[in-house]
């Protein structure tokens, strides 16, 4: 407190003592008990007041003693479990959460993680599969901001993700691999990989590859087999070493019935292989005989066609020809889509033809387009358009119900080409999957939209350079995978036939084993208008043991959807049907048994360790815990930081003094009252 503010407090008392004393004892005769209570209360009375007017601050300081956090990665996955160190792992768990120093100075928190992070210290070792990359990110994010030390207690055996050998974490927060596991290499053949399509043609054939890795220091030789059945229908062998240590091998089989059909690849183990459930994988193909023909025709040459063409035929079911519009005996009645590239006035005995046949079309647009014609030969949209390019961003219409599809990265999109221009919606039937983003700013004009309400179906495109997205796609994900996928979704609604079904269910043929089993349906009230209030269950029936199991499907995102988890291996029918309907559909697909957390022989000390190095620290092991725990103890990063807090409150804030205040004038009125004094 300022010494003028003591002055002004010792000069209240002295008025305030002079006051009550002129009053009551100044030339007072008879000073009774009664005036020395008067007194008192005035006195009393007039310095509150006086000090409530000078209002003085009053500071008052607190200590606080801030600890650094102590985070516990845990690696909940099933390999921990293959490799039978449940018990290990919750050892080194104890040994650091019950040591007394380590509680004093960390704020010791847990978390687990699998394909992803959670919280909580249960432990169950069940987790499918693992992305150690994701978990030391989100541990990341969360503790940007606070001196962290993180324990990653894990196997170092991921299957999914980024390889996390490469992760660098935030400058306050340093990474301590621990590795539960034995680290010794031992002589192991290994199935690493197989690649087959998932869908095949009947009477043709179909490509597998199978890459082969071997850890070991002696030549060997072993078969490797596809069997179907019992029947073993290929066989080749392989020859390995120390130097030469992996092979690729490639074959063809033959699709030679209808459905899905079950094989079982293995490379023969070694006599003294300790892990042989990597030598072997089962996979699936589903055998179909309808394939779709899209038709791309243009008046111009551009990039776009190529990425087109290619992104139709990364599904073996589809097939895509690319024609010039001064082509020569065009059929269009052998395809069951047409692409309509930039199109101009040389296109018009196609669209005579497209509209006569009722052909299902995708329009796509650009700054080569002549928009007079594409007006007029249409009446659900409008442009005017002139010479001038545009660059249109995309933006995702969370509320495009037609069918799913995942974002995949639009936001990181370059811009598409077109002429500059609004455009005028004129049938409300198109759907918008995405938005036009111009110059930073949302609009509600259609980038990409569907329509099906006529005859036919018909898609639209406003931009050109799509197979900037492809490429861009490409960059992100190292493969076309998720563009393809995409773009395939808006190929297959647009090529098939119309349909009219009130209760449509979206699935796979077959699930591997290691992933979950998701079932999602779209039903429709008589109308033909989305029903969000149906109750829609799902009958699922094992065909070998006919165990059956039914579960409602939840409303999520214009959609219904269950999650039946994971199942076990085998053939399933089903039967989806709403309450109180005779509306239902079947279907049946299959589970192959497949776990990739049961691939791994020993923990990967190499990738911890290049973590470690990257983050430089070092690697730990689950008998040198106690290193761990002196290490960090010893390490004057993690010292308890003391902080002081000062708060200056003003003396009026402080209500009981003017509660005080009035308490003291009611008294004396009171007393006054008693003594007859009014």
Same mark, same amino acid.
Do not use: C, M
């Given at each position: 407190m300022e010494l003028s503010t003591i002055l002004f407090i010792a000069l209240a008392a002295v008025f305030a003592l002079g006051f009550a004393f002129f009053q009551y004892l100044f030339r007072s005769k008879r000073r009774t008990r009664n005036v020395y209570i008067f007194f008192t209360l005035r006195f009393l009375s007039v310095f509150v007041l006086l000090i409530l007017l000078i209002n003085p601050e009053i500071s008052s300081t607190t200590y606080e003693l801030k600890k650094s956090n102590l985070v516990l990665a845990v690696d909940d996955s099933e390999s921990i479990a293959h490799l039978k160190q449940e018990d290990t792992v919750q050892i080194v768990i104890q040994r650091i959460k019950q040591n007394e120093d380590i509680q004093e100075r960390f704020n010791v928190q847990q978390v687990s993680f699998g394909e992803k992070l959670s919280s909580g210290s249960d432990l169950e070792f069940?987790?499918?599969?693992? &992305?150690?990359?994701?978990?030391?990110?989100?541990?990341?994010?969360?503790?940007?901001?606070?001196?962290?030390?993180?324990i990653l207690i894990s196997d170092g055996n991921q299957n999914i993700g980024r390889d996390y050998q490469y992760f660098k974490a935030h400058d306050n927060i340093n990474l301590f691999p621990v590795v539960v596991g034995d680290t010794t290499q031992y002589a192991?053949? @290994?199935?690493?990989?197989?690649?087959?399509?998932?869908?095949?043609?009947?009477?043709?054939?179909?490509?597998?590859?199978?890459?082969? +890795?071997?850890?070991?220091?002696e030549n060997i030789s072993a078969n490797f087999v596809i069997r179907s059945g019992e029947n073993v229908i290929y066989s080749e062998e392989v020859k390995l070493n120390e130097d030469q240590n992996s092979a690729i091998i490639g074959t063809t089989l033959p699709a030679s019935q209808l459905g899905v059909l079950t094989y079982e690849a293995e490379i023969i183990p070694l006599d003294n292989e300790k892990n042989r459930i990597n030598n072997v994988e089962k996979f699936a193909?589903?055998?179909?005989?309808?394939?779709?023909?899209?038709?791309?025709?243009?008046?111009?040459?551009?990039?776009?066609?190529?990425?087109? #063409?290619?992104?139709?035929?990364?599904n073996e079911q589809r097939e895509a020809t690319i024609q010039y519009i001064d082509s020569e005996n065009l059929e269009l009645k052998d395809f069951q889509l047409i692409i309509l590239y930039q199109p101009n006035n040389t296109f018009n005995s196609v669209i005579e033809e497209i509209q006569q046949e009722n052909i299902n079309y995708f329009l796509v647009t650009g700054t080569k387009t002549d928009w007079n014609f594409v007006n007029g030969i249409q009446e659900q949209f409008k442009k005017d358009a002139s010479f001038q390019e545009q660059d249109i961003f995309p933006l995702v219409n969370n509320n495009f119900n037609k069918f799913q599809f995942e974002?995949?990265?639009?936001?990181?999109?370059?811009?598409?080409?077109?002429? *500059?221009?609004?455009?005028?919606?004129?049938?409300?039937?198109?759907?918008?999957?995405?938005?036009?983003?111009?110059?930073? $700013?949302?609009?509600?004009?259609?980038?990409?939209?569907?329509? &099906?309400?006529?005859?036919? #179906? @018909?898609?639209?495109?406003?931009?050109?350079?799509i197979w900037k997205w492809r490429? @861009?796609?490409?960059? #992100?994900?190292?493969? *076309?995978?998720? *563009? &393809?996928?995409?773009?395939? #979704? $808006?190929?297959?609604?647009?090529?098939?036939?119309?349909?009219? &079904?009130?209760?449509?269910?979206?699935?796979?043929?077959?699930?591997?084993?290691?992933?979950?089993?998701?079932?999602?349906?779209?039903?429709?009230?008589?109308?033909?208008?989305?029903?969000?209030?149906?109750?829609?269950?799902?009958?699922?029936?094992?065909?070998?043991?006919?165990?059956?199991?039914?579960?409602?499907?939840?409303l999520r995102n214009n959609q219904y959807e269950v999650d039946l988890g994971n199942l076990e291996e085998?053939?399933?029918?089903?039967?989806? @049907?709403?309450? +109180?309907?005779?509306?239902?559909?079947?279907?049946?697909?299959?589970?192959?048994?497949? +776990?990739?957390?049961?691939?791994?022989?020993?923990?990967d000390f190499e990738k911890l360790q290049l973590l470690a190095g990257n983050n430089d620290s070092g690697v730990y092991f689950s008998d040198t815990t106690e290193i761990l725990i002196s290490d960090l103890l010893q390490d004057k990063r993690y010292l308890p930081v003391q902080k002081s807090r000062e708060k200056t409150v003003p003396l009026i804030d402080w209500y009981f003094l003017l509660f005080l205040l009035v308490l003291l004038l009611t008294a004396e009125w009171f007393y006054r009252k008693y003594n007859g004094l009014i």
């Open positions: 069940n987790e499918p599969q693992t &992305d150690i990359s994701v978990a030391l990110n989100q541990v990341n994010k969360l503790y940007r901001r606070e001196n962290t030390a993180v192991d053949l @290994q199935l690493s990989n197989l690649n087959v399509n998932r869908y095949a043609f009947l009477n043709n054939r179909f490509p597998v590859e199978a890459i082969i +890795n071997y850890t070991g220091e193909v589903e055998i179909i005989d309808e394939r779709t023909n899209v038709l791309i025709l243009s008046a111009i040459a551009h990039p776009d066609l190529g990425a087109l #063409k290619k992104a139709i035929e990364s974002d995949i990265g639009f936001d990181n999109f370059p811009p598409l080409q077109d002429q *500059f221009g609004g455009i005028e919606v004129l049938d409300n039937s198109f759907s918008t999957l995405l938005y036009q983003q111009i110059e930073g $700013i949302e609009t509600e004009q259609p980038l990409l939209a569907i329509s &099906d309400e006529n005859s036919s #179906k @018909q898609g639209v495109l406003f931009g050109e350079n490429s @861009q796609s490409y960059l #992100k994900n190292g493969n *076309f995978r998720q *563009f &393809d996928d995409f773009f395939g #979704k $808006i190929i297959q609604n647009l090529s098939s036939k119309k349909s009219r &079904d009130r209760l449509t269910v979206d699935y796979e043929s077959f699930y591997y084993g290691n992933t979950g089993v998701i079932i999602s349906a779209q039903y429709f009230d008589e109308n033909y208008q989305f029903d969000p209030r149906a109750k829609i269950t799902i009958q699922l029936t094992h065909k070998e043991s006919e165990e059956t199991i039914e579960a409602p499907l939840l085998g053939e399933y029918n089903f039967k989806v @049907q709403p309450e +109180n309907s005779t509306i239902s559909e079947n279907g049946s697909f299959t589970i192959i048994d497949f +776990n990739v957390e049961q691939q791994f022989i020993s923990a």
